[in-house]
């Protein structure tokens, strides 16, 4: 008995980690939330797309899906379709439509066309909306213009893109180009201003300004013009006058300028006033030994004396022109005809200006070739 009380305990190698006892299975509870979260992202996907999921999923699910997509309007289909075709047949027609403006918005204005919508950008409205305040803003003209009805030409189809565009400056220059006509003369308003001209906008008889036109830097002024936007601002009333209309490009060309005389046609005593109370810079006198000769004209004078058929040349009045036509010395003909063999050249420095008098058997054109030929001599 005492012999079975001393036997020995089991050995280290029986509590092994193979026979080891584990932790109770029942402490350790798998988190409910995972099969949970599956079923609702599932939900979720199915409630964002259903055509998604089925493509995912088994055939019947994916035939359940497609059982419960809405019909498609065939007939709506149709007037889309129908719709498309009558804009692009008005744009190549060249129709004229009167659309209703359904909102605008920071660009333009939206309008219904049957069961489309199009476009109004608003370098593509008439000017007639906004010349009549021209400091108000164009996106606060536009919203006025919401719930009324605008003539306007389509100018742009693309049914792949549905993009569907119109112009109501085309619908204005189809109405009102050809009321107009190269010398006519409009009071008009600056729109915008460039370095190389600015565009006016022209007001008809109506009190409408429809038609705008480009005043080229070249037709500004007779004065020497490097930037328009030092001449004219935005907003600006001027007076134009129609140069050319190119009914191709739909384009008009104006003048400023010509609205002044040319001074190259300006004659003499328009320039120099006989009358020295009228032109207080005018310094009238007939004494050769008290005119100051203006630089290098004194040599052109000389050379002109070795011109067959100019016999004298004499000076006469000086003064100051209002403006300073060219810095160099510049020999202009008087649109005056020649009379009793007398004709008169014009010299011009700055804003100095100086009478020649030629006696001469030439007549106009004759004088014209001699000045060239001379002014060809001089340097």
């Avoid at 009321?179 to 370095?195: E, N, Q, R």
């Amino acid at each position: 008995m005492l012999a079975a009380s001393l036997k020995p305990g089991p050995s280290l190698a029986a509590f092994a980690p193979s026979t080891r006892r584990k932790p109770p299975a029942a402490v350790s509870f798998p988190a409910p939330a995972r099969p949970h979260r599956r079923l609702l992202l599932a939900a979720a996907a199915t409630a964002e797309g259903a055509g998604t999921a089925a493509s995912q999923g088994d055939t019947s699910s994916s035939s359940s899906t497609a059982a419960e997509a809405p019909p498609v309007d065939e007939a709506r289909l149709a007037q889309l379709a129908a719709d498309w075709q009558a804009a692009r047949a008005d744009k190549d027609q060249g129709k004229i439509l009167k659309l209703p403006v359904l909102r605008a918005n920071s660009g333009g204005l939206i309008v219904k066309f049957n069961s489309l919508q199009g476009f109004v950008p608003n370098p593509l409205l008439s000017p007639a909306h906004w010349c009549k305040d021209p400091q108000r803003p164009i996106q606060d003209v536009t919203k006025d213009l919401v719930g009324s009805s605008i003539s306007v030409k389509v100018a742009e189809v693309n049914e792949e893109e549905k993009k569907l565009v119109f112009s109501e400056k085309d619908a204005s220059w189809s109405t009102y180009s050809s009321l107009i006509k190269a010398g006519d003369i409009y009071d008009g308003i600056v729109g915008s201003v460039f370095h190389y001209g600015a565009f006016v906008h022209l007001q008809f008889p109506d009190g409408c300004y429809h038609l705008t036109g480009l005043v080229h830097i070249s037709e500004v002024s007779w004065d020497l013009v490097q930037d328009v936007q030092d001449i004219l601002n935005e907003g600006d009333a001027v007076k134009v006058m129609v140069v050319n209309i190119d009914t191709a490009k739909s384009r008009i060309s104006l003048s400023i300028r010509q609205l002044e005389e040319d001074p190259l046609l300006e004659t003499l005593d328009k320039v120099i006033p006989s009358d020295s109370d009228q032109y207080p810079n005018a310094s009238i006198t007939s004494s050769p030994s008290e005119i100051e000769l203006l630089p290098g004209l004194d040599g052109i004078c000389s050379e002109l004396l070795q011109e067959d058929g100019i016999t004298d040349v004499q000076f006469g009045r000086q003064a100051l022109e209002k403006r300073a036509v060219s810095q160099d010395l510049e020999l202009w003909l008087s649109n005056v005809p020649v009379k009793d063999n007398k004709f008169k050249l014009l010299a011009r420095a700055g804003r100095q200006v100086q009478e020649v008098y030629l006696t001469t058997s030439l007549d106009q054109d004759g004088i014209k070739k001699a000045v060239q030929r001379v002014l060809g001599r001089v340097p």
